[in-house]
């Protein structure tokens, strides 16, 4: 089973403060890892996903994600927070098992990036 | 590509009514998938489709909700009879296969209310 976990319900930065917004996951292989960014009333957008390669990956709008395996985590990171960065953020998991690979969505975060 | 097109994006029901909602995935995509968000739960996947056909209904919360998809074009989620906890963002979104690591598009949302 996979499991994904975003241990802050709300991450409160100051605009221009670098900004990380955590997620662990659980999976009894190699995981597939994605960040997604919902803004108000909107429906969820891509931001970046790890598959295999360089932990670090980069994506939309700046932000960037590090893999750490023996961590087992895929923490969201941005190195200066803007207001328009508040948001609701989920991170998801997907791993190949039983031919199934939907992934499974973390709770979300709010973001608030204050002025 | 204009996306996952969702209709309504916003609809006020009676208890008891029935209420269809509608969505048109991204041309070409072979997987589409129906969540619900509310506060108190987050994210649920409700079904998901492969090729038309739905794989895995598990996450349909009682006999009320049904949902078909006629076409590679079209589907619907139908709730019947509506109670006011169904109130909720329903999600529709699409996908194309890619593997563990394929990318899913979101809609803007049906935002649900039942009075």
């Known amino acids: 089973a996979q499991s994904v976990a975003q241990p802050e319900d709300q991450v409160n930065v100051a605009e221009g403060n670098p900004l990380t917004v955590k997620c662990t996951y659980s999976v009894s292989g190699n995981p597939y890892l994605f960040w997604y960014v919902q803004y108000p009333n909107r429906g969820l957008q891509f931001l970046l996903k790890?598959?295999?390669?360089?932990?670090l990956v980069k994506g939309s709008y700046g932000f960037e994600a590090e893999f750490n395996k023996s961590q087992t985590s895929f923490h969201l990171k941005k190195p200066s927070a803007l207001v328009s960065d508040s948001a609701l953020y989920f991170c998801?998991?997907?791993?190949?098992?039983?031919?199934?690979?939907?992934?499974?969505f973390g709770r979300g975060t709010s973001l608030i990036v204050h002025p | 590509d204009a996306g996952v097109i969702q209709s309504p994006r916003h609809e006020v029901t009676e208890m008891g009514q029935e209420v269809t909602l509608r969505c048109k995935p991204i041309?070409?995509?072979?997987?589409l998938f129906w969540y619900r968000q509310t506060m108190m739960r987050g994210l649920e996947l409700l079904i998901y489709f492969n090729n038309n056909v739905p794989i895995d209904d598990s996450g349909m919360p009682e006999d009320r909700f049904s949902a078909k998809m006629p076409n590679a074009s079209f589907s619907t989620l139908k709730i019947q009879p509506s109670e006011p906890r169904d109130s909720a963002v329903y999600f529709c979104?699409?996908?194309?296969?890619?593997?563990?690591?394929?990318?899913?598009?979101f809609g803007e949302g049906s935002w649900l209310t039942v009075v």
């Open positions: 998801a998991v997907s791993y190949p098992s039983g031919g199934s690979y939907i992934p499974t």
């Open positions: 041309s070409g995509h072979d997987y």
């Open positions: 790890y598959i295999t390669g360089d932990n």
């Open positions: 979104a699409s996908s194309l296969w890619g593997g563990a690591g394929n990318t899913i598009y």
